[in-house]
């Protein structure tokens, strides 16, 4: 699960984002935005775009200065802002039926 997880995460292209409900089905785990925050914290992830993913609705769910650092790492992206949340409609990353991965069955 987390290296399909971080698999996709690393498909996300600079200048845009996506939420971490979204990596999860991409990933094949539907409902498991929670275990997408856990793969985020692994150390095991040297050059992951982290500040790629956000919460639901382009929410920087970060707090303080991690926070920051994410809306400056994606302001100089070219991301843009509606006040606190990031502008989805213009750079949410759309994950392709290709990128999808299926669950296999155990």
């Not at 845009?16 to 997408?36: I, N």
């Not at 920051?68 to 039926?97: C, I, P, T, W, Y």
Request: glycine residues 12%.
């Amino acid at each position: 699960m987390h290296k399909r997880i971080l698999s996709v995460i690393r498909k996300i292209p600079r200048g845009k984002v996506s939420t971490y409900g979204a990596v999860a089905r991409a990933a094949g785990f539907p409902g498991a935005a929670r275990q997408v925050v856990w793969a985020l914290h692994s150390p095991k992830a040297p050059g992951l775009p982290w500040h790629r993913v956000l919460g639901a609705g382009g929410e920087i769910k970060l707090p303080g200065e991690a926070g920051f650092e994410q809306r400056m790492r994606l302001q100089s992206e070219g991301v843009a802002f509606h006040g606190k949340r990031v502008d989805m409609e213009a750079h949410e990353f759309r994950f392709s039926r290709r990128t999808i991965t299926k669950k296999r069955s155990a």
